[in-house]
């Protein structure tokens, strides 16, 4: 009976995440999922996570890990010690209930917001035949801008309290202008271990459970006013990768804070300098930014080359698998991706024209 019951519950949870995950159109995402259930919920998730500095999603997530582990250990020693394996079939089943509910909750907080129709779309940007050109230009205009601003990076006087702030501010300045953006309050933290996080390679990580943004305090100051906006982003109602490195970029670029503005263009310009492919060019242009800006480029990825190894390998693994299974096809491709974003916005925008034919 009791079996039969659990058959009967895990199909119920395997049609009901078929018809959530496969059948919504993009139009019940977008009038009904953002703002009747995901806001409201990250907004009550937000009301209670938001007063605690410390982040409950990254706790809740290690005692998981931590109780499955133990779990899993004990139900396979007992199978071991009894030489029979039938055993593990029920804590399988249980395992399996468990990650259909994880997985429904997920979806309903936050996965359903990968369907909606993207910012691209939405701002009107075309992001068809980017040419190699508008890279470069695009390079050069962020080498000079960044060059004249590095000295004006202060992110140590501006506290992670007020970046978060002033990453707020710039964001409500962009629903003002073009919508798209959820109106939730922040509820940004920094993580506990954050070496372990540098470990697996992450920069942040937002915790749908618990509707918080978390970011690495570990990672080199320059880039964490970006990884605020892009963890924002996500708060905000933007799943994708490259589009919440462009919300952040944009955020970045339109804020009055000059440590946001500079942490958000040095952010493209080491994408920028990653994507250009012609080595001798990118050593070029490498050689256009002044001394300062080049240590700093040379620290951070120094910093990075210090925890590459298989933790690292296996987070990316799991990342570019996550990320293809919410139907980005580019897996961890897609944060780079965002470049042609910015390009399209630039084109769009036109601020980049004067540097047109520095390189020719
Ligand atoms: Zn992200």
Redesign the pocket.
């Known amino acids: 009976m009791r079996e039969r019951f659990t058959q009967h519950w895990l199909c119920v949870c395997l049609a009901f995440t078929a018809i959530i995950f496969f059948l919504l159109p993009t139009s019940f995402v977008n009038n009904f999922y953002l703002p009747k259930i995901f806001s409201p919920i990250a907004n009550a998730l937000n009301a209670v996570t938001s007063k605690t500095a410390f982040p409950i999603g990254q706790l809740v997530f290690y005692l998981g890990v931590f109780t499955l582990l133990i779990f899993t250990i004990l139900k396979v020693k007992i199978a071991i010690k009894e030489r029979k394996w039938s055993t593990l079939k029920k804590p399988a089943f249980q395992l399996l209930k468990l990650f259909l509910v994880v997985f429904i909750l997920f979806q309903l907080s936050y996965g359903l917001s990968f369907k909606r129709p993207g910012l691209a779309n939405h701002l009107q940007l075309d992001t068809n035949r980017i040419q190699p050109i508008e890279l470069q230009n695009f390079t050069l205009s962020t080498i000079n801008w960044c060059n004249e601003h590095i000295s004006d990076f202060d992110y140590e006087k501006d506290s992670f309290k007020n970046m978060v702030k002033w990453t707020h501010e710039s964001y409500e300045h962009l629903i003002e202008k073009h919508g798209y953006f959820l109106p939730i309050k922040p509820s940004v933290k920094r993580v506990i271990e954050p070496t372990i996080m540098s470990r697996f390679g992450i920069s942040?990580?937002?915790f749908p459970f618990t509707a918080e943004a978390n970011v690495n305090g570990d990672i080199p100051a320059v880039i964490q006013p970006f990884v605020i906006a892009?963890?924002m982003?996500?708060q905000k109602g933007i799943a994708p990768?490259n589009e919440?490195?462009f919300s952040a970029y944009l955020a970045g670029i339109n804020s009055d804070n000059i440590s946001l503005q500079f942490s958000a263009k040095y952010a493209a310009l080491r994408y920028c300098l990653a994507y250009t492919v012609d080595s001798v060019l990118r050593d070029s242009l490498f050689n256009l930014c002044n001394e300062s800006l080049r240590n700093q480029i040379e620290e951070h990825s120094a910093y990075w080359q210090n925890y590459r190894g298989l933790l690292g390998k296996i987070s990316s693994q799991v990342n570019n698998a996550f990320l293809k299974f919410n139907g980005q096809q580019d897996g961890i491709k897609s944060?780079g991706n965002f470049l042609s974003l910015v390009l399209a916005w630039e084109r769009k925008t036109q601020q980049n024209s004067t540097y047109r034919y520095l390189l020719e």
């Open positions: 942040g990580i937002y892009h963890e982003a996500h990768e919440a490195n944060y």
